[in-house]
């Protein structure tokens, strides 16, 4: 039982995905791990979030990572972009023509990261929709509450020294 609920989570987080067809779900998932896991890991914890922050705050490059993982890029895009439609149209231009002007991360991730190459360049328009809908589903993050919470535990870190 144990094993088959196991099995089963995946399809079911990919279900509950309002009128999204799962297969587009996992397509999205398999173009982000061919074409975007070689700089963007699939998620940070605050923990990692919080040691990145803390060496950029002292003007290091983060470690280990050579872009924002994609619960924060998620969470970060969904901040200027909340719905779905506006969403999917912004990650489909952005990685097919990425610039500073355009983008939403933070200052000190264009300084440490730079702008991401135009990967989407090289994909069909169905790729570049899959993976789109799988970074908004995927994700449920708000960026204010996890900078908030990453704040936070700082302060807890901070004061414990």
């Not at 987080?13 to 982000?32: F, H, M």
């Not at 074409?35 to 699939?42: F, G, L, Q, W």
């Not at 619960?71 to 969403?87: C, D, G, H, Q, T």
């Not at 929709?129 to 900078?147: G, K, P, Q, T």
């Amino acid at each position: 039982m144990r094993l088959l609920l196991i099995l089963l989570i995946p399809t079911l987080l990919l279900a509950g995905s309002g009128n999204v067809d799962p297969e587009i779900l996992k397509r999205g998932y398999r173009v982000y791990q061919e074409n975007c896991s070689i700089c963007h890991t699939e998620k940070a914890t605050l923990w990692e979030f919080l040691k990145a922050r803390l060496n950029v705050l002292s003007g290091r490059r983060p470690e280990n990572i050579d872009a924002p993982p994609m619960n924060l890029v998620s969470a970060r895009i969904k901040e200027f972009y909340p719905n779905e439609l506006e969403f999917v149209e912004f990650v489909k231009d952005y990685i097919t023509h990425p610039s500073k002007k355009k983008g939403v991360c933070q200052p000190a991730a264009y300084a440490f990261f730079g702008t991401m190459p135009p990967i989407g360049q090289g994909m069909d328009e169905e790729d570049k929709e899959a993976v789109a809908l799988w970074l908004y589903y995927r994700y449920s993050d708000i960026w204010h509450d996890v900078f908030k919470r990453v704040k936070e535990l700082q302060k807890r870190v901070q004061s414990k020294k």
